[in-house]
């Protein structure tokens, strides 16, 4: 079965301080990956998506994340958190012709300001 | 913009009592999709509808039942409801399987007691 595996359930850092969540899928055929970001209290908001094409994305908010096809991996990074970050991250991978997404565990980000 | 409605936004019911979960799409999407997400857990698919036909089915409980309108609107049933089914209800839709991408509704905060 698919699955989607986040290493890191707890990140705290301080303002300013880099950021890379990872993210590693299962699947080995053609998927669509996904960053979705949660603030408390919200729904899932979208950050980037890959597709196809170039393998580095860019997203909104200053998030990036780089799809490594032969590490099954689409990580995520920020170069400089701002406390306004604090949020939880979920990896989701869709598989090509199938509908629904498939999430990670999710990842709890604390920035300290 | 017109984003994902989901009514109610907050919901308490008692033990073995129904809740009924509705989700409207953003305007020409045909597809909807049902997710569950315990406290401080990823969000578990359900169920979703293309079309008004049951497209794919996950680890939704034989208490539960969905079903999509003509409007495409969908309505999540669950009955006999216990103490672990407290969760945010949200639900998302697409056109289509999803190549565009997907919007997320706040979801439904139920709580059993």
């Known amino acids: 079965a698919q699955s989607v595996s986040q290493h890191n359930h707890h990140v705290i850092l301080s303002e300013a301080a880099s950021l890379e969540l990872g993210c590693n899928y299962s699947y080995g055929g053609t998927v669509n990956l996904f960053w979705y970001v949660q603030y408390p209290g919200q729904h899932l908001q979208l950050l980037l998506k890959?597709?196809?094409?170039?393998?580095l994305v860019k997203g909104i908010k200053g998030f990036e994340a780089e799809f490594i096809k032969s590490k099954f991996s689409f990580n995520l990074r920020k170069p400089s958190v701002q406390w306004s970050d604090t949020a939880e991250y979920f990896c989701a991978v869709r598989v090509l012709n199938d509908y629904k997404l498939s999430f990670g565990a999710g990842t709890t980000v604390t920035v300290r300001a | 913009a017109a984003g994902v409605i989901q009514s109610p936004r907050h919901l308490i019911k008692e033990k073995r009592e129904t809740a009924t979960l509705k989700c409207y799409p953003i305007p020409r999407h045909d597809t909807v999709y049902w997710y569950q997400q315990g406290p401080g857990q990823d969000p578990q698919f359900l169920i979703s509808f293309y079309e008004k036909m049951q497209s794919d089915k996950g680890s939704i409980p034989d208490r539960f039942s969905a079903q999509q309108f003509s409007d495409y609107h969908s309505e999540l049933n669950m009955s006999s409801l216990e103490l672990g089914d407290s969760a945010l209800y949200f639900c998302?839709?697409?056109?289509?399987?999803?190549?565009?991408?997907?919007?997320f509704g706040s979801g439904t905060r139920l709580t059993v007691v």
């Open positions: 998302a839709s697409s056109l289509g399987t999803g190549s565009y991408g997907y919007t």
């Open positions: 890959y597709f196809s094409g170039d393998p």
